[in-house]
């Protein structure tokens, strides 16, 4: 594992990542970052807490509109031939499905520790 110190909102955090995974993270954490900036700087909203709950939700909602969004297979008469592009077609849908369940997980992970660090930061205060 490795740790990559990061700033969101000009805050550091100090996060673990798999190895080979950083460049993931650090998207993940500007994503991140971005999303809360521009949620705090449309100045309705400047507790750091509601303003990661609202981008974890921003975030979220996106995810899950991408997710519908995906076509599903359709079935229809298929000839020997059309079957085994459709077979390779499931596969790479299926694969894009998983692929988009683990950055689901790995958004999951990264708000739950935003969230472990926001708790840790209110208790400063």
């Not at 990542?17 to 950083?22: A, D, I, L, M, V």
């Not at 939700?57 to 996106?62: I, K, S, V």
């Not at 000839?79 to 999951?108: F, L, S």
């Not at 708000?111 to 209110?122: G, H, S, Y």
Request: with cysteine; proline share 2%.
């Amino acid at each position: 594992m490795k740790q990559l110190d990061v700033q969101i909102l000009h805050q550091s955090y100090l996060l673990t990542c798999p190895e080979g995974h950083e460049e993931r993270l650090l998207e993940a954490v500007a994503r991140v970052n971005d999303t809360m900036a521009r949620i705090r700087d449309a100045g309705k909203v400047r507790s750091r807490e509601r303003v990661a709950v609202l981008a974890a939700l921003n975030m979220a909602f996106d995810i899950v509109t991408a997710e519908r969004q995906t076509p599903a297979p359709e079935a229809e008469m298929q000839t020997d031939a059309d079957v085994e592009t459709n077979a390779d077609a499931d596969a790479a849908w299926a694969q894009a499905m998983i692929q988009q369940q683990a950055d689901a997980q790995r958004i999951a992970a990264l708000l739950e520790r935003l969230d472990q660090a926001l708790v840790a930061d209110a208790q400063l205060l």
